[in-house]
């Protein structure tokens, strides 16, 4: 029986025509898998990896697998926790599907940085993964454990970004930082100015996240030399990705104005573009076997 720590949530499946793969992208703070063709994901699975074990992935992966019409090809991953990493490999061997966990050198962009090999692959994949769904040039917010804002030129080069702690390290750090602030569900809150302790801290973390956000991406419009696009939207694309940007007042966070001033930060949505983007890579390198291929 699959442990109940491991979430799945079901697409539609169809025949495939592409390569299927199994993509995990494991964060600091989750695990996500899917079944994957192409730019396609079908069926997704999330594992919480402060409490899980190899046998909780182990058994998602197989389910995964299981519910495929045909065998997955092989496991891509991309990885920024070691040992997570460790343990996928010995999942991977228990299931006997091959495994490729993504480096920098597997991803085909051009980078304007000094060393792109210590730049963390989960960012030049979503920041590729976007360039190819969304041409160039972009701007991809991440909203995980961290949040990354990132810019990619008009000429597809990945220029770097912005690191700022994430939605939830935020409120976590407030509420173990601090004797009196509690820990508060992260939601849209209705008001800039709370009337009590929960609804100031729902207003700094969440607003001031969203402002520093916008922030950000505003300057790096600047920086790319594009002038603002009509009906108060941004030039390029600015797609943001990542757990949060699952929640359910995702869309009126960062798709809707916030107000007088506050045009709306996003061009859409994608909350699983890093698993789509190893589908995407899965067969850019497979169809290139001389260029650092997948086997």
């Known amino acids: ?15 495939y025509h592409l390569e299927v793969i199994i993509a995990v992208d494991i964060g600091n703070s989750s695990a996500k898998a899917a079944l994957v063709e192409g ?41 920024v926790v070691d040992r997570w990493t460790e343990r ?30 210590l730049t963390g692959p989960d960012r030049l ?25 990132d810019a990619v030129d008009a000429d597809g080069f ?21 004797s009196r602030l509690p820990r508060v569900e992260l939601d849209l809150p209705d008001e800039a100015i709370g009337t009590d302790t929960s609804s100031a801290i729902q207003s700094g973390v969440v607003l001031g996240h969203i402002g520093a956000v916008r922030e950000l991406a505003t300057r790096m419009q600047a920086r790319l ?22 929640a359910a007042w995702a869309q009126q966070a960062w798709c809707q104005p916030g107000g007088p001033g506050l045009p709306a930060i996003a061009t859409a949505l994608d909350p699983g573009l890093v698993l789509r983007g190893l589908g995407l890579l899965a067969d850019h390198l497979a169809a290139r076997p001389g260029a650092g291929a997948i086997r």
């Open 1 to 15: 029986m699959v442990s109940e720590r491991w979430r799945r949530g079901q697409t539609a499946l169809r025949a």
């Open 39 to 79: 730019g396609t994901v079908h069926d997704l699975g999330r594992l919480d990896t402060s409490v899980a074990s190899t046998a909780d992935l182990a058994d998602g992966l197989r389910i995964l697998a299981g519910s495929a019409p045909e065998t997955p090809a092989r496991i891509v991953a991309v990885s």
């Open 88 to 117: 996928l490999e010995r999942a991977a061997a228990e299931l006997g599907l091959p495994l490729t966990v993504v480096a920098a050198s597997h991803i085909p962009i051009s980078t304007a940085l000094l060393r792109p090999d």
């Open 125 to 149: 994949l979503a920041a590729w993964a976007a360039a190819t769904l969304h041409g160039t040039p972009v701007i991809v917010v991440d909203l995980g454990t961290a949040t990354t804002v």
């Open 158 to 178: 990945f220029l770097g970004g912005a690191i700022l702690p994430g939605l939830g390290l935020a409120a976590q750090a407030l509420a173990e930082g601090t």
């Open 225 to 246: 030399g594009l002038p603002p696009g009509s009906a108060g939207r941004p030039a390029a694309p600015v797609i943001v990705s990542g757990g949060h940007a699952a």
